[in-house]
């Protein structure tokens, strides 16, 4: 009688705790309808650094969509322009080339204010590149490839309604990227690293048409 009271105490153990498991749901991506287009803004400068340097852009935009009105993760692909490298010594141009940020949940701070990280999502052979330019001729070349668990990252809910939208911090770390020396005064050095960094900031609204839409993470 005994061990079976005690067989039973460490079940009832058991199964409580992997209630409260599943009752402890991770938080999500939410939208009012699906799909939804997704669309950011850059609130400052977005600035991405290396050993070659700092790279900064004026202008750096967020499309992507959402299929279902809850996903675990979002993806959006980037658009910079307005951008110089080098620690401003050169232009720069940056090549997406169909990579996009994939973005994702891992903790709750507090009812508005969730952490995650971001993997960077490319077609096969594809990747990121950075181009800094002087007088027509190219100064540095830096490789960014697919790569995931970039942290740190920190969402907010902002708004009510149809209006509520969600910013990003993103003040990444430990970016692993390739430099490719170019020729002439100012080139930087043929390196592999990982040791790059990217901080930004971005606003994300979503719309139906042309329509707001709410989007939250809970």
């Not at 009271?5 to 058991?14: G, H, Q, R």
């Not at 409580?16 to 498991?21: G, H, Q, Y």
């Not at 204010?113 to 096969?124: E, W």
């Not at 907010?156 to 309604?161: A, M």
């Amino acid at each position: 009688m005994i061990r079976n009271f005690k067989i039973l105490s460490l079940a009832a153990v058991v199964v409580f705790a992997l209630t409260a498991v599943s009752s402890a749901a991770a938080a999500e991506f939410h939208a009012e309808v699906a799909p939804i287009t997704l669309s950011g803004s850059q609130i400052g400068t977005d600035v991405f650094t290396t050993n070659a340097g700092t790279t900064e852009c004026e202008e750096a935009t967020y499309a992507g969509s959402q299929a279902t009105t809850t996903a675990a993760t979002v993806e959006v692909e980037p658009t910079y322009s307005g951008c110089s490298s080098l620690s401003g010594f050169a232009s720069a141009t940056i090549d997406t080339n169909g990579c996009k940020y994939k973005f994702n949940i891992t903790s709750e701070t507090t009812t508005t204010t969730f952490d995650g990280d971001i993997a960077i999502v490319c077609p096969a052979g594809s990747e990121i590149t950075v181009t800094a330019s002087l007088f027509g001729q190219s100064k540095c070349i830096i490789h960014i490839p697919p790569q995931t668990n970039l942290a740190n990252v920190e969402y907010h809910n902002v708004g009510s309604g149809n209006t509520r939208d969600v910013t990003v911090t993103v003040s990444l770390t430990g970016i692993t990227y390739t430099q490719t020396a170019g020729s002439g005064f100012g080139a930087c050095t043929t390196e592999h690293q990982t040791n790059g960094t990217y901080t930004g900031e971005a606003t994300v609204k979503g719309f139906e048409g042309k329509k707001q839409k709410g989007i939250w993470i809970a």
